[in-house]
């Protein structure tokens, strides 16, 4: 997300988490005049309706250097910090040990891990103990947003205690699919370019009666 009034919009949606996108690259990247309008840091919560819930702020990075990343956490006060890149778990016990307990006590690491086939799960392995929840993202030659999807059917073989959220090329017409899609360990799923009208600009009837359709059918 990056604009203040989709963010508004989509915030009272119902939604848990929104991602920010903090890698330059990226044609989604927060760009300096968000931070400057405080748009983030004062992400509505429950001020925008009597029922609205507060939603968790994503930071998302791409081996980017730890103290871009601390930095970032701190003036976005980030409620996670998702990992897109080529991180390694000493990378990540680092970044825990300089953010918690004092700058952010209870920011959590998401790892995102690309996927093709079921050898590409096993990867979860480096991770345990380190990464608080993992993201199963379609493996491409880009950095996410491809609108892909790799074969569900491989995250049978994942058999780890980390909890995940289910990423790649999710779109308005595989609500049937996700609803009979069963795994113990999967406890959300990821949207983003199949529900947008240009990068970083969701559609939010889209995301509305996909969202509806999903949780009250």
Known sequence: MREPENIQQVTELGIDLMGFIFWPKSPRYVKSVTVKAGIVPNLPNSKVTRNAKKVKRVGVFVDEMPQT???????YRLDYIQLHGNESPVYIENLKRTLIPDI????????????READDVKRWREYENVADLLLFDTKCKCVGGSGEQFD???LDKYDGNIPFLLSGGIGPEDAD??????????????LNSRFEDEPGVKNVEKLKRFIECIIHN
């Open 152 to 154: 569900w059917s491989v």
């Open 177 to 190: 699919r996700l609803k009979q899609f069963n795994h113990p360990m999967c406890i959300g799923i990821d």
């Open 69 to 75: 990343v601390i930095t970032h956490a701190y003036n």
């Open 104 to 115: 952010l006590p209870d920011v959590k690491i998401i790892k995102a891990l690309s996927i």
